[in-house]
């Protein structure tokens, strides 16, 4: 076996374990993704910076580009540095992702909808045969959405278990690829 693969099976099991860690503190893993926009927060506004004064050094550089190069820095510091600017954050996405998923149940239920009105008016039954399932799939988004703004913590939770999930999955195959 070549170092190489080696490395990429050590990798991969360290990616694992990562991802188990994720799927068992699922509230972490979410303030962990708020940390994260915190840093490339930060990463970004410097790269901004580091290019206003190249573009400065040709008369191209805007005073704009460089106040909110400023302010992401100084956003990126203190939602890396303050707890409560991650939990924020974490409950932000939240509430987000529960916003997002009652307009997918609403716009399914329309879709759904739809595709029954033109199954009965067409009578064909190669259109809109199963408008149900989509229409049913709607309903379940809209209760979901509904029930994650009520309770945004079992949400948050299933987002960190998903990122968990994920991050095994991707562990695997690296292990498979290497090996």
């Not at 600017?85 to 987000?96: D, G, H, K, P, S």
């Not at 759904?112 to 149900?132: D, F, I």
Request: charged share 5%; hydrophobic share 65%; with cysteine.
């Amino acid at each position: 076996m070549r170092a190489g693969n080696i490395i990429a099976i050590i990798l991969g099991v360290l990616v694992v374990i990562g991802g188990i860690w994720c799927l068992m503190t699922p509230l972490q893993t979410i303030i962990g993704m708020a940390w994260l926009i915190g840093f490339m927060m930060i990463v970004d506004g410097i790269a901004n910076i580091a290019t206003w004064f190249q573009l400065r050094k040709i008369g191209a550089a805007s005073g704009w580009a460089l106040a909110s190069a400023i302010i992401s820095v100084i956003l990126g510091i203190v939602v890396v540095g303050n707890f409560f600017m991650q939990a924020f954050l974490a409950e932000f996405l939240t509430y987000l992702t529960a916003a997002w998923l009652i307009v997918s149940g609403i716009m399914r239920i329309g879709y759904g909808w739809s595709m029954r009105s033109l199954h009965k008016n067409v009578q064909a039954s190669m259109v809109g045969g199963r408008w149900y399932v989509v229409f049913a799939l709607g309903i379940l988004l809209l209760v979901f959405g509904i029930m994650s703004l009520i309770s945004p913590v079992v949400l948050a939770e299933m987002i960190g278990m998903f990122i968990g999930i994920s991050i095994i999955v991707l562990g695997v195959s690296m292990i498979s690829l290497a090996l």
